[in-house]
């Protein structure tokens, strides 16, 4: 059974770099077959989907928050990480990792993480 688990500072105040990781249990994160994702939810919005990290450490982003996102991993400890940097209130969510089959012609979000809430405030 894959499980995710989030965590992260909290409270953050702008402009700082907010930083989040993800710990995989159960499944390896360095086969191709799966991507890592970042994905959020603001109050009373819907998903958003922040950016992935590939089996070979290739990354992909959100052309939105492109600028300001980066991911990582760290094979040894089953982790992946993101920096969010230059924080604003608007980037107040709940934030999720969540696992993601990369099938032929599609994707599919089978595994996710319970989430883990940021607020940024001053």
């Known amino acids: 059974q894959v499980q995710l688990q989030e965590s992260g500072p909290g409270l953050v105040k702008p402009p700082q770099t907010v930083s989040l990781t993800c710990t995989v249990s159960g499944g390896s994160i360095t086969t191709n077959v799966y991507a890592l994702s970042w994905i959020r939810q603001p109050p009373g919005k819907g998903l958003e989907w922040m950016g992935s990290?590939?089996?070979?450490?290739?990354?992909v982003y959100s052309p939105s928050l492109k600028q300001r996102t980066s991911l990582s991993r760290d094979t040894s400890k089953v982790q992946f990480s993101l920096q969010l940097s230059s924080v604003t209130p608007e980037d107040t969510a709940m934030y999720y990792c969540?696992?993601?089959?990369?099938?032929?012609?599609?994707?599919?979000?089978?595994?996710w993480g319970q989430g883990t809430q940021v607020t940024v405030s001053s």
């Open positions: 990290i590939t089996g070979d450490g290739s990354t």
């Open positions: 969540a696992r993601v089959a990369v099938l032929p012609g599609t994707v599919a979000f089978d595994y």
